[in-house]
């Protein structure tokens, strides 16, 4: 099975952690975020992994080197001309990528215990375009869902701000986990160039296709964009 991981973003947010050293080479318990989850996607029988890379790019590329990429079979997506945000990250990896009926996308700094295999599973078991991992937890964004589980909008509870798709009859609000499944057969569908996000992607989409919601579950789910998670994390599994 093929995954991609972001690990192209500068982390901002986390400085100066990643004054010397892109985000993905934080340390979580001693070993960088990126090895957490390249052991995760091993353990779960993912064999190809894509990376995109940026913000020192060449540092995520040395440190592969030396680990002798656990083992997997590794590509990397060179964004160091451009950062291209989400959707563009994934557009400019699919020569690595469309050779897959589908793959898996999982964001670098999210660090959960959730059941990657039940989403593939459902994900399997439709017809959507893209599978994403939702939660019902607190977040000021929040996409849309209609009755039959298919996104239809977002909305921006901080702002105000909301982006309907289609009208749906009945409206659930879930917070996206930074983990999905997408098929192959979105890339014909992409009309976008250069830099875009994903999200923006599935809702323009989601007007004629089914982009489906998967309720994780899982024991635990981080973002580690800020010191603060890392900690919490930390503080979590030392438990």
């Not at 993912?46 to 890379?53: E, G, L, R």
């Not at 593939?120 to 869902?145: C, N, T, Y």
């Amino acid at each position: 099975m093929t995954a991609l991981i972001f690990a192209a973003g500068l982390g901002t947010r986390l400085f100066p952690l990643t004054k010397n050293k892109p985000k993905a080479l934080v340390e979580v318990l001693g070993k960088p975020m990126l090895e957490h989850l390249l052991l995760k996607l091993k353990d779960a029988h993912f064999d190809h992994i894509v990376i995109n890379v940026h913000h020192f790019a060449s540092q995520i590329i040395d440190f592969l080197k030396v680990k002798n990429n656990f083992g997997l079979h590794i590509d990397i997506s060179d964004e160091r001309n451009l950062l291209l945000d989400t959707g563009g990250g994934i557009l400019k990896a699919k020569p690595f990528l469309d050779k897959s009926d589908y793959f898996l996308v999982h964001n670098a700094d999210i660090f959960t215990d959730m059941d990657l295999g039940k989403l593939i599973e459902d994900h399997q078991s439709g017809d959507a375009l893209a599978s994403l991992a939702v939660h019902p937890r607190k977040s000021s964004r929040q996409l849309i869902f209609d009755e039959h589980a298919c996104l239809c909008g977002w909305e921006n509870q901080q702002t105000n701000e909301k982006i309907i798709s289609r009208k749906s009859l009945i409206n659930n609000n879930y917070a996206f986990s930074g983990v999905h499944v997408i098929s192959r057969k979105i890339f014909p569908l992409i009309e976008e160039t250069g830099k875009f996000s994903i999200i923006d992607l599935y809702l323009r989409l989601a007007k004629d296709h089914a982009i489906a919601a998967h309720q994780a579950n899982y024991n635990y789910w981080f973002d580690l964009g800020k010191y603060k998670d890392i900690q919490a994390a930390e503080d979590f599994l030392q438990k």
